[in-house]
């Protein structure tokens, strides 16, 4: 099981539509929270998804007949089942204490909608058309494989418009690594890179994701002391302060796209090549303190890179390993392991008084976490695939007599400490399914 997205390329008819159900999903959604907020919870016994079952049929017999709110038959009926679904699922987050109370959805954010097919999956045939039920059929800007499913979500970001849809099929991965061998990255900041990896490569930090944060900024400060209104003070937005909320929302998605963009490409483009990646284990929170480095930690976006790669070397069947975060990777010497006492962040290149070895800072460290021994490792994430001979197994006690298509897929591996066991807790695996 996997899901798609794609951006609909829709005419302006059709945007109405959509913004029309935008709207007709959120008044369905802020309908039944009013009403349920206002019932006397002392009298009404019973769980939360009882309650909003009565306020649905409230909702199908009274509201909907009522001539105000005729215009709530003209929209597609799939729109406020899910709607009441929705808040129900928020409900029931929130008394697991996975979320808190709902709240009241908000026309500033479009937010998304989902309509669902009442007799079975729709056929989809591919190409750049996708019918979603009881709305008709639509353009996509991207091809979309021949498929089925049952339940669509449209969403707007911006002023864009997607829709996501589950398909029941797997994604096959490739067998076979470019580079068997482990490899060390290094994810630093400095001097326009954004990683460094122990065979050498430096992946820079994309230049458009670069421009658009400096474009943000620029923005956000020429507009500090704007506001979008006081409904307190009963102020009402003025046209330009509404402008300027639209084209924030939209340079805030540029970023965010880019970001997306560039890191989903990369980790990709690691977990084909590479089966054996040892990364740092990050200390974020102390990074963060520094506040310098602070916006570029935050932009990085270190903490997805990691689980995005982990969740990418486990469906492409390699692992990654993460290093003990007091490891002293950027101290040591990756020629004679000698170690430094302290060194400057100022210092980009790292000499050694040992063996004379002058090697760039981050390639030395990326060395490091390569050559990182098993006692410092903590974690190990991924799918283990035994070979027949010749390599170990990832696990390293070299398994014999395997079979080559036997594959062991080992997800949140008990690591060696109860420590880095909480360490690691909160990188969350996704095995597509
Ligand atoms: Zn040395």
Redesign the pocket.
Known sequence: MYAIKVELKLNNCQKTLMDRHLGFSRFCYNFALSIYNQLDHKQYQGSSSKKIDLIKKIFTNVTKKNQDFSWTNQMSSRVYQNAFRALKAAFSRYWKGLGGLPRFKKKKNPGSFTVDSSNGVILQLGGYRIKLPTLGIFRTTESIPKCASQTYTISKKGERYYVSFAINAELIPPMSHEVFEAVGIDVNLSDGKYCVISDGTMIAFPKPLKAAITKLEKLQYHNRNKQLGNRKQKISPSNNSRKYYKKLAELHKKVADARNDFLQKLTTKLAIKYRHIKLETLNIKGMMANGKLAMHIADASFYKFKTLLINKANTYGGFVESVNQWYPSSKL??????KKLDLKLSERVYH??????NLDRDLNSAINLKLAKQEHITNRVGSTRIEACGHDTADGHGKSGCDPARIEFELGRAPSSNNARKQEANIKVDNFG
């Open positions: 010497c990756s020629n004679c392991g000698n050694c008084e040992q063996c004379n070895l």
